[in-house]
């Protein structure tokens, strides 16, 4: 079985800095692309920013230079700086990851739980 599980949500006010991580346990072989989305109330889920196994990343346009997106390959995790944070980066933060496990031996997509950031004086 495996889990992802995110930490570090909370409340900050405006211009703050939060850093989100990304946990994955379980059978695990490898892991190829992680990422973080976000979803907000009332809207759909949207991607925040992903990276491979590699390094490469991928940003939001609209977020590019506030959010730094970084994974330990070694200890299957993932964390996601955010700074300069506004209240429209509101939104309970998921963590994503294509995981290759011995039981299955196929790539499956997992989801963790959510974690909210809450932006606000």
């Known amino acids: 079985q495996v889990q992802l599980v995110e930490s570090g949500g909370g409340l900050v006010q405006p211009g703050g800095s939060l850093r989100l991580s990304c946990a994955a346990s379980?059978?695990?072989?490898?892991?190829?692309?992680m990422g973080w989305y976000r979803q907000a109330p009332g809207k759909e889920r949207e991607l925040v920013a992903t990276i491979t196994s590699g390094g490469r990343t991928k940003y939001a346009d609209s977020l590019k230079g506030r959010f730094t997106i970084s994974r330990d390959n070694g200890k299957n995790t993932m964390s996601l700086q955010m700074n300069s944070l506004k209240p429209e980066d509101t939104a309970v933060y998921y963590c994503n990851a294509d995981i290759y496990t011995p039981v299955e031996q196929r790539l499956i997509d997992y989801w963790g739980q959510g974690t909210q950031v809450t932006v606000s004086s």
């Open positions: 379980g059978s695990i072989f490898s892991i190829t692309a």
